[in-house]
């Protein structure tokens, strides 16, 4: 958010002459089948050479880097080819930057792959690349399970929907009367559907009894055309969605167990976990199956679910993007900007000409803005201010006000393991009005006039 009569801020750097801080660095430009490794010149006849990537060949690049006295080592973040090295490199003791390929972009004239790794190599001497925040490899396997297990999702709800696709081939109005094919009225009915049963009125008495519609309305939805061939795919679907389901319950399991290989912050037995002040009735079926609250809470120190607007998958998401220490930023400033919900400022002229929050593929950032976007109605603070904000500038800008907001609170949360208080919607309004009337009387007096209030 732009603001009017800013000032102008711009400090003073000092920047001093490029001085070779890195004297043992090396730089590696990261391929699928070749690896380019750069070295100091001094320490080898050959000091770049090309590496395959099989797992040999990386240890041969440690191993070559002992021997050259690399203590540091750059690389591009390219694709998915730089994981295996990245856990090689680290395991034999170096220090790895993994840096933004657009950063490092060289001068324009000839690329080769020689010419890459030796600029990098260059750059890191000079001190001149910033390596990438990459968690714990603990945090690191956790959150490939969450990835995996949000795929495994995706790839059945496909199947529910060609499900859909072939009800309605069938003229099954099933969709009409049911919102969800795969609860517990739903799942009943297909399953008898693929069994033979084809009689509405039979199919229509698994009604659950906490089903919106009556008996008689979901019969004649059932009214249809059974040919054969589609209940033979009808079948198969239901199959694989049943595989699917097995798959994500295993994988839960296993992830349960990483959970529990984690250190613990807080003990959730001595310090129980508070009960929720909003209204959590409504469970999702697509949620893991064990407690993850408390295993969130006994990693964290804190329990995130208390924040309004988040909920556990949301906090999961989060803590496997960024993990729990929070010493990695120096402040919540530095977490915001890392975050992208900062602006942007590009300043020239003593005007400001750009000043965009920048667009990011961050897992962490979507989580924000979809808990920021959720409390659009929410009767809370942070709901009273995100609803100021999109009065005044609209929704994009207050859902990422809202996030940025959030995003200081879990930062303050984790580092300094304090509790979430919500102060309410009526305490955030009079705050906010308190503050408006206090501006109203510093400018009155600044032009010759006392503000009064009239009395009631």
Not at 11 to 33: E, F, H, P, T, Y
Not at 144 to 156: E, F, K
Not at 341 to 366: E, M, Q, W, Y
Request: with cysteine; hydrophobic share 35%.
């Amino acid at each position: 958010m732009k603001k009017k009569n800013q000032k102008n801020n711009n400090k003073i750097i000092r920047i001093d002459a490029l001085k070779q801080i890195n004297l043992n660095a090396a730089g590696i430009d990261v391929g699928d089948s070749e690896m380019y490794v750069a070295v100091p010149e001094d320490r080898d006849e050959q000091f770049v050479r090309v590496f395959g990537t099989f797992t040999r060949d990386l240890v041969s690049i440690a191993q070559w880097l002992k021997q050259c006295h690399v203590t540091t080592v750059a690389m591009e973040s390219t694709g998915v080819y730089w994981i295996p090295l990245f856990e090689i490199l680290v395991e034999h003791g170096f220090e790895v930057l993994l840096v933004d390929a657009r950063k490092i972009k060289n001068v324009s004239g000839r690329k080769t792959d020689i010419q890459d790794c030796q600029w990098i190599q260059q750059l890191h001497t000079y001190g001149l690349l910033n390596g990438s925040f990459i968690p714990e490899q603990n945090i690191r396997a956790l959150r490939d399970m969450v990835r995996h297990r949000a795929n495994l999702l995706r790839y059945r709800a496909s199947h529910i929907q060609y499900t859909q696709k072939i009800l309605q081939l069938m003229n099954l109005k099933l969709t009409n009367v049911i919102s969800d094919i795969t609860g517990t009225t739903g799942i009943r009915i297909l399953r008898a559907i693929v069994e033979g049963k084809t009689d509405p009125k039979y199919l229509a008495a698994f009604r659950d009894p906490h089903c919106k519609k009556s008996q008689e309305e979901i019969e004649k939805s059932l009214e249809g055309n059974y040919r054969e061939e589609y209940i033979f795919q009808l079948k198969q679907m239901l199959d694989l969605y049943d595989y699917y389901s097995s798959l994500i319950t295993n994988l839960d399991a296993k992830t349960e167990t990483m959970y529990q290989q984690l250190p613990s912050v807080v003990n959730p037995e001595e310090r129980p976990l508070k009960p929720l002040k909003r209204n959590t009735n409504k469970k999702n079926k697509n949620s893991p199956a064990f407690d993850l609250r408390t295993q969130l809470y006994r990693i964290c120190g804190v329990d995130l679910v208390q924040i309004d607007g988040l909920n556990t998958s949301t906090v999961q998401d989060i803590i496997t993007d960024i993990g729990t220490d929070m010493s990695k930023w120096k402040t919540s400033k530095h977490f915001c900007a890392w975050l992208r919900l900062a602006p942007n400022n590009k300043i020239t002229g003593g005007k400001v000409f750009f000043s965009h929050t920048p667009k990011s593929k961050n897992r962490a950032n979507k989580a924000l803005r979809l808990a920021a976007f959720s409390l659009a109605n929410a009767k809370c603070a942070l709901g009273a201010f995100y609803r100021r904000i999109r009065a005044k500038y609209g929704a994009p800008m207050a859902n990422i006000a809202t996030a940025h907001k959030l995003a200081r609170i879990i930062y303050k949360m984790l580092k300094d393991k304090v509790e979430y208080v919500d102060l309410g919607e009526d305490y955030y309004n009079e705050k906010y009005k308190a503050r408006l009337v206090r501006n109203l009387k510093d400018k009155a007096k600044s032009l010759g006039y006392q503000l009064v209030p009239t009395p009631v």
